[in-house]
């Protein structure tokens, strides 16, 4: 699952975005309302994370900017301020839930893990090929039902090359997903992702083909 991070507080949205990779999703960093204003308008993330105190457009200005255009993903509100006008006022602006700072990122993680449980009701629950299933709630991969370890960065590979239904992913694509904007991470750390995850399918009669200058595509094995 893709999560945009939208907080002025540099130091935070960094340690939120490390914990929600280590968990297997890809985040997007914004730290000014604008930029974030922009980004949110043509973007493929599934849940966003909203501070409302933000350098230009604060955050209930681009939650209700998102619902007027029809934009109905779940957004998670952050604020410092615990008072109950506030809370109505993000609610009622077309917030899905609401976290007081300071928070633990266990509490975060398991607000999420429920925005993702609604977002499932109406999307996709799983993605597969062959007898390869991959479950998006709980980020798990079998393979004809048995469990396939694999490391975060690998399980972000899959399945953006799921997700393109044999389509060609570019590396710069795959990177974004697997990293998010503007990591400063070079693609021959795909290439290793890419690499080692190949091999790793090689049970499933799957291959990641390159197509030379394009990117990498999931295709069942002839």
Do not use: C
């Amino acid at each position: 699952m893709r999560i945009a991070i939208v907080d002025d507080n540099e130091a935070l949205a960094k340690g939120i975005a490390w914990r929600l990779q280590d968990r297997g999703h890809a985040t997007d960093l914004l730290h000014d309302g604008n930029a974030a204003a922009d980004f949110l308008r043509d973007d493929a993330n599934d849940i966003v994370i909203l501070d409302i105190n933000l350098p230009g457009i604060n955050g209930l200005e681009i939650l209700r900017e998102m619902r007027n255009r029809g934009d109905h993903r779940p957004v998670l509100l952050l604020t410092a301020r615990d008072t109950t006008a506030e809370r109505v006022q993000g609610l009622d602006a077309g917030a899905d839930d609401y976290l007081v700072k300071p928070f633990e990122m266990e509490e975060l993680e398991a607000r999420v893990r429920a925005l993702s449980r609604r977002l499932g009701q109406t999307a996709q629950t799983e993605l597969s090929i062959g007898t390869l299933r991959f479950i998006l709630e709980t980020r798990q991969v079998e393979i004809d039902g048995t469990p396939l370890p694999l490391p975060r960065r690998e399980v972000s590979v899959l399945e953006a090359l799921l997700r393109a239904r044999g389509g060609v992913v570019s590396k710069s694509d795959l990177l974004e997903h697997v990293y998010g904007t503007g990591a400063d991470v070079g693609e021959s750390s795909v290439e290793a992702h890419v690499s080692r995850l190949r091999k790793k399918l090689v049970p499933a009669a799957l291959d990641i083909r390159v197509s030379r200058g394009l990117g990498y595509s999931l295709q069942e094995r002839a």
